[in-house]
């Protein structure tokens, strides 16, 4: 329990040093950590956890959370918790003062630059990834289109596309 | 979790007086955590520039600036920024603790009852609807981004680049994102300097 707990704590302390783009970004990595290489959950887990932290309020990193609980219990939830957020939030507290000296540096607009591309590739890797996982026939990648579509030209609440994809799950129709 | 006397504390971002004390700024992160449905960020901000104050736009847009250029949790890199501000190495954690504990606390009730009721069809079959609108969200997402990027046709062969490593080949992504933001943060690096030198305001790189 407690070498799981801590091969737990240093895998995602190093994907939270590396989560440029932030969490969403890092949901591929995850799936190919915990389903793919350690196998502590099926793909279908996946991307349940997924869905119910999508259904819940509060930062999005709790859906790392609800992986750690899925691993090892309330103690895997914390630890998760914990190592997603504790390398850079220590960074963080020790760079912040001399943030404004940085922030006109060349370098620094070149990574901003950079990051934007690979950004936008993991989020529809992420997209792809919960899709895939999830189990979908014909009618639920029809769903999927649909609620991209909507989501790019219409600026309605995120909830209102969970509730109807509960809904129209509930109902039978994906 | 630190003792929240809501009193003490140095308060160097304090103009007014008006900084709240430990506990106050604790439960009033609480309220957002377990109110930010999709995004706690635009609620932060809401608390932190219009109702209370504590920073103006922008200084709230500089340290945001910070948070999403920094690897990490957006919200969580903002909580320990503006915590530090307002209460030092207390404040961090107690902005920090107050967005995460209570929605934290939800998430745990739902995967027991996830561990409880998950194998029954209908759950099963609601959460393979969610799943597929919040694909559908992360697919829109993306896009969106992609809409505001810079130089689109130059850099969006870097995100197919990635998006193929991760789904198709299962690349891990460590190696994998250092890598490839070493080439696009340097191709923008190269591109900025060459910009600057065709303008003349500095010598050939």
Redesign the interface.
């Given at each position: 329990m407690i070498l799981l707990l801590l091969d737990l704590f240093v895998q995602f302390a190093?994907?939270?040093?590396?989560?440029?783009g932030?969490?969403?970004a890092?949901?591929?990595?995850l799936h190919?950590l915990v389903v793919?290489q350690r196998m502590w959950m099926d793909s279908t887990t996946f991307?349940?956890?997924?869905?119910?932290?999508?259904?819940?309020?509060?930062?999005?990193?709790?859906v790392v959370?609800?992986i750690g609980?899925?691993v090892a219990g309330?103690p895997g939830?914390i630890v998760a918790?914990l190592a997603?957020?504790l390398?850079?939030?220590v960074?963080?507290?020790v760079f912040?003062r001399h943030?404004?000296r940085f922030?006109t540096a060349?370098?620094?607009?070149?990574?901003?630059?950079?990051?934007?591309?690979?950004?936008?590739?993991?989020?529809?890797?992420?997209?792809?990834?919960?899709?895939a996982?999830?189990?979908?026939d014909y009618r639920?990648?029809a769903?999927?289109?649909?609620?991209?579509?909507?989501?790019?030209y219409r600026h309605w609440?995120?909830?209102w596309?969970?509730a109807?994809?509960?809904?129209?799950?509930?109902a039978?129709?994906? | 979790m630190p003792n929240p006397d809501g009193k003490s504390g140095v308060t160097p971002a304090a103009e007014a007086g008006a900084t709240p004390g430990l506990l106050e700024l604790f439960l009033a992160c609480s309220r957002i955590g377990l109110s930010g449905f999709g995004g706690v960020l635009p609620l932060l901000r809401h608390m932190l520039v219009e109702q209370r104050r504590l920073l103006d736009g922008p200084e709230f847009n500089a340290l945001l600036g910070l948070c999403q250029f920094l690897p990490g949790s957006n919200v969580i890199n903002l909580a320990v920024c503006v915590g530090a501000r307002l209460h030092g190495v207390r404040g961090a954690i107690v902005v920090t603790a107050g967005l995460l504990i209570a929605p934290f606390a939800l998430m745990m009730g739902l995967a027991a009852l996830y561990g409880l009721w998950g194998h029954l069809a209908i759950v099963q079959d609601m959460l393979r609807g969610i799943a597929a609108a919040g694909a559908g969200l992360l697919f829109a997402t993306g896009l969106k981004m992609a809409q505001a990027m810079h130089e689109r046709w130059l850099y969006l062969p870097f995100a197919v680049l990635i998006l193929v490593a991760m789904v198709v080949l299962k690349l891990p992504l460590p190696p994998l994102m250092l890598a490839l933001l070493a080439v696009t943060a340097g191709l923008a690096w190269w591109r900025a300097r060459r910009a600057l030198a065709e303008a003349g305001k500095v010598p050939r790189p």
């Amino acid at each position: 329990m407690i070498l799981l707990l801590l091969d737990l704590f240093v895998q995602f302390a190093i994907l939270n040093v590396i989560a440029f783009g932030g969490i969403t970004a890092l949901l591929p990595e995850l799936h190919r950590l915990v389903v793919e290489q350690r196998m502590w959950m099926d793909s279908t887990t996946f991307a349940h956890l997924f869905a119910i932290a999508q259904s819940a309020p509060g930062p999005n990193l709790l859906v790392v959370s609800l992986i750690g609980w899925k691993v090892a219990g309330i103690p895997g939830a914390i630890v998760a918790t914990l190592a997603i957020s504790l390398p850079m939030s220590v960074f963080i507290y020790v760079f912040y003062r001399h943030w404004e000296r940085f922030r006109t540096a060349p370098w620094r607009a070149a990574i901003q630059v950079g990051v934007a591309p690979l950004a936008v590739g993991l989020v529809c890797a992420s997209g792809w990834l919960i899709a895939a996982s999830a189990g979908l026939d014909y009618r639920g990648v029809a769903l999927v289109v649909v609620c991209t579509v909507l989501m790019f030209y219409r600026h309605w609440h995120p909830l209102w596309y969970i509730a109807a994809g509960a809904a129209a799950g509930a109902a039978g129709l994906v | 979790m630190p003792n929240p006397d809501g009193k003490s504390g140095v308060t160097p971002a304090a103009e007014a007086g008006a900084t709240p004390g430990l506990l106050e700024l604790f439960l009033a992160c609480s309220r957002i955590g377990l109110s930010g449905f999709g995004g706690v960020l635009p609620l932060l901000r809401h608390m932190l520039v219009e109702q209370r104050r504590l920073l103006d736009g922008p200084e709230f847009n500089a340290l945001l600036g910070l948070c999403q250029f920094l690897p990490g949790s957006n919200v969580i890199n903002l909580a320990v920024c503006v915590g530090a501000r307002l209460h030092g190495v207390r404040g961090a954690i107690v902005v920090t603790a107050g967005l995460l504990i209570a929605p934290f606390a939800l998430m745990m009730g739902l995967a027991a009852l996830y561990g409880l009721w998950g194998h029954l069809a209908i759950v099963q079959d609601m959460l393979r609807g969610i799943a597929a609108a919040g694909a559908g969200l992360l697919f829109a997402t993306g896009l969106k981004m992609a809409q505001a990027m810079h130089e689109r046709w130059l850099y969006l062969p870097f995100a197919v680049l990635i998006l193929v490593a991760m789904v198709v080949l299962k690349l891990p992504l460590p190696p994998l994102m250092l890598a490839l933001l070493a080439v696009t943060a340097g191709l923008a690096w190269w591109r900025a300097r060459r910009a600057l030198a065709e303008a003349g305001k500095v010598p050939r790189p």
